[in-house]
């Protein structure tokens, strides 16, 4: 490797040990880019150690510009990707920031050119004419400076997405109110809710949530009744809740939040209906709070609220 200096680049790594990281905890996922195995290998042991918000880093490899369209055309969860310039041609790397923007239509990802050969690419011209997010030679990047790097590009990456997110639950949310409203019984209407709950959080794998399963219920008779659920709650459904939760659903409901999260892997979503009516939403899986838009979930709560009550109201009319 002639055009980084190793001693720059490790000058600040006291070792470059490997860790053991939580699994639970969905990771940031990097993409190197280059046709030299030791840019990979440096890159690797330069940020092994990496946290952001208590997640860890995983590594994606590819070696050429046609790898690397189809990893970024596979795992759309990628938020940066570190891209060489020079590799099958002059200009690999820049066809490959051109195809992740118009081609790919990602505008997410963050992408930091890095070069060995600064003047096949001049940095005014690239900054002016792709839509990239650093560049830099690689004698410039020492482990402080990936680790840099890496800290700014995911809270960038992380911000983006919080606000495309944020615009497509507002849609969702509108676009599902009137079919929500359109439901007249209680086991459709919660299950209408617990799959809109569940697309608002966004709780799939590739995300910074892991749904596992899931389930929607309410009080009758001082008895909480599963109306719907996913995976292993599938098979309750009808049946009393307490004993196979284990856990005080009223004292949760006694501390006033819309939304409650217990060890990062339980989010209760209390709805009261008016009166003494209460239902819950119970979503299972690993679960950060603090990626949770609360204002978004209450937003939608309170319209579920007003749908179930109306649900109420429909069947008290219908009996007299």
Request: net charge negative.
């Amino acid at each position: 490797m002639t055009d980084i200096d190793d001693d720059m680049l490790f000058s600040e790594d006291e070792e470059g040990e490997d860790i053991t990281h939580d699994n639970s905890v969905y990771p940031w996922r990097l993409l190197i880019v280059d046709d030299e195995q030791d840019i990979h290998t440096v890159t690797k042991i330069a940020l092994n150690n990496f946290e952001f918000e208590n997640r860890p880093i995983e590594f994606l490899s590819a070696y050429s510009g046609a790898e690397a369209r189809e990893i970024l055309s596979k795992e759309m969860d990628i938020a940066l990707v570190f891209l060489d310039v020079v590799m099958e041609s002059k200009h690999a790397g820049l066809d490959v920031a051109k195809w992740i923007r118009e081609e790919l239509g990602n505008h997410e990802v963050r992408i930091v050119l890095r070069t060995g050969q600064p003047g096949e690419a001049p940095e005014r011209a690239i900054i002016t004419d792709y839509d990239i997010n650093d560049y830099k030679e690689k004698s410039e990047l020492t482990s402080q400076k990936l680790y840099t790097v890496m800290c700014a590009s995911c809270r960038s990456y992380q911000d983006i997405v919080a606000l495309n997110k944020n615009r497509a639950c507002l849609r969702m949310i509108i676009e599902s109110s009137a079919d929500i409203f359109r439901m007249h019984s209680f086991e459709k209407f919660a299950e209408g809710t617990l799959g809109q709950l569940s697309s608002l959080l966004n709780l799939q794998s590739g995300s910074a949530y892991l749904l596992k399963q899931g389930l929607a219920a309410h009080k009758e008779q001082d008895k909480w009744i599963v109306l719907a659920g996913t995976e292993h709650y599938a098979q309750k459904v009808g049946t009393s809740l307490e004993a196979d939760l284990n856990i005080n659903l009223d004292a949760i409901f006694s501390e006033g939040k819309s939304i409650n999260v217990i060890d990062n892997n339980r989010l209760f979503a209390c709805v009261n209906i008016g009166g003494e009516r209460k239902a819950v939403m119970i979503l299972e899986g690993y679960i950060s709070q603090d990626n949770i838009d609360i204002s978004l979930v209450e937003l939608f709560l309170r319209n579920i609220s007003i749908a179930y009550e109306n649900i109420v109201l429909l069947k008290n009319t219908r009996m007299e």
